[in-house]
């Protein structure tokens, strides 16, 4: 079934229109030549003792082909790219990360109910790095009033523990464990740091993403 999904709303490469399309969204050849040369893990500063990795650097507008990525992945329906990208984030962060160490894998929440995009990440990425996943944060829902106010106003002192897990950094010893956070796309990181700050006195946190966008890049995505 999502293979068949997959098919039915992505037929063609992203990049030259071609019908032989894998999992990745695109035909092989223009992969191997547009696509695998961006693929690497990065490293993004955030704060001296946070780590913060993501996968391709993504500069809307300034390709096409990699916008439209963006926009096929966070549409909910490219079930096999989300694997096929997951399993070479959760690679590309064996080789820069002592994985052993991580502890727990804990998803930050969308900013809507139905933005599951991190959580079927962080899924990949415990399967393949053989670490639980705490599905323990959620984003605060906003009156009418609170959602005509910009995407950054928003992330404002928004996350907060799941109410039946209020004990769970206690209950958890977290403040012993490397915890790994995950989100699709990596813009500001204050998504991140207030999900560290929820979460406690844990003993160090890295943030994995596929994409990385530059602040400033003021573009209105699928959500």
């Not at 900013?111 to 996943?133: D, M, N, T, W, Y």
Request: charged share 25%; aromatic share 10%; proline share 4%.
């Amino acid at each position: 079934m999502k293979n068949l999904k997959q098919y039915l709303y992505n037929p063609l490469c992203l990049a030259c229109g071609s019908f032989f399309v894998n999992d990745h969204l695109f035909c092989e050849g223009c992969y191997r030549k547009k696509i695998q040369p961006i693929i690497g893990i990065k490293n993004k500063n955030l704060l001296s003792d946070r780590e913060a990795f993501y996968l391709m650097n993504w500069i809307p507008f300034e390709s096409d082909m990699l916008s439209e990525t963006v926009y096929r992945m966070k549409s909910d329906k490219c079930f096999q790219a989300w694997n096929h990208y997951g399993k070479l984030a959760a690679e590309g962060l064996s080789e820069n990360v002592a994985v052993e160490e991580i502890k727990y894998i804990i998803p930050i929440p969308g900013s809507k109910p139905s933005s599951l995009h991190s959580h079927v990440f962080a899924q990949i990425l415990g399967c393949e790095l053989r670490k639980p996943v705490l599905n323990i944060l959620e984003k605060a829902s906003f009156a009418s009033e609170q959602k005509r106010k910009s995407r950054l106003q928003r992330l404002n002192k928004t996350i907060k523990l799941r109410e039946q897990f209020t004990a769970a950094p206690q209950r958890l010893n977290l403040r012993d464990k490397h915890i790994l956070l995950v989100d699709d796309i990596l813009t500001t990181g204050s998504s991140f740091i207030q999900s560290v700050e929820v979460l406690g006195d844990i003993q160090k946190a890295t943030l994995m993403t596929l994409f990385y966008r530059t602040a400033n890049a003021n573009t209105v995505l699928v959500s």
